[in-house]
Structures are given as C-alpha cells and as structure tokens.
C-alpha cells in the first residue's frame, strides 16, 4: 500500500493535511487546536469511518477531519463519502455493531461535550462533536482529558 501525505498552511491557523493511503483519503482541516478531550474520542470515530464507511465502497472514498471555534466552542466534524446508515436501525439495534459511537459518546458527556450522527444509505455519514473551547470547560475530578494543541 503506498501512502502519500500532503501539507499546506492555508492561514496561520488552519492547517491541512491530506493522506493518502489505500482505499481511503484522509483529509484533516484543523482551524482550531486549542482543546481538552478524553483519550480514544476521536480515533474511533474515524476508524468507523474507514472500516464501515469507505471501506464498504467498491472505489473507496474519502474521511474528513475538520475542527474550528463557534464562540465558546469547538466543533469537531468526521465525515466519509462512504456506504452510509440508518442511524434509526442503529439506536435500536441490540448487537455490539455500533458499541464505538456508544463509548465515544459517553467520554463525552461526562465532560460536558455532545455528539451527532446524521448518515443516509448510499451517500456517508457525518459525526459531529460540540465541547467547550479550552479555558471555557468544566474542570474537575474524573475529567481526564489531553490537550490537542497549544
């Protein structure tokens, strides 16, 4: 499998970074860099979209990372082109098939942050996470987070 990165600083404070690799191209818009999460939040959710997105692809498709600040708050968006869900099916399903979104969303209440899933069959999935900006979240004991950036 070859790999192919590619870096542009298109502002002092957005960086992009696309990687090629496989059957999958990772694109990463980071805008904003100064947060708090708890460990294993992010990764899974773009291992989703890898795994039962793109991967589920005949030509496979593209994984998007973006961050940016509204106000007090970071928005952090994982988006593939891929297979897509029925996010419906999945909050009545029974089995462990979506256990990862299940854990990702619960680090993130106890922190304060929210998570939404919007998918449509056929055209990808889209996750998005709203927290605190650093400095503005809560702080507190049971609240192990590591910085991203800063």
């Avoid at 498709?61 to 297979?83: A, F, K, P, S």
């Amino acid at each position: 499998m070859s790999i192919q990165n590619r870096k542009w600083n298109v502002s002092k404070t957005a960086t992009v970074l696309c990687i090629v690799a496989g059957v999958a191209m990772f694109v990463f818009l980071f805008g904003e860099t100064d947060f708090r999460l708890p460990p294993l939040t992010i990764q899974p959710l773009v291992e989703n979209a890898v795994k039962h997105g793109v991967c589920g692809e005949k030509n496979g498709g593209t994984v998007t990372l973006t961050t940016r600040r509204e106000g007090e708050n970071v928005i952090i968006t994982v988006t593939d082109d891929g297979v897509g869900f029925d996010p419906q099916t999945a909050k009545k399903s029974s089995d462990d098939s979506h256990i990862g979104l299940v854990d990702v969303n619960i680090r993130l209440e106890r922190i304060g942050a929210t998570m939404t899933v919007e998918s449509k069959q056929g055209q990808g999935t889209t996750v998005t996470v709203v927290l605190k900006a650093e400095g503005t979240a809560p702080t507190g004991e049971g609240r192990m987070c590591v910085s991203v950036g800063g």
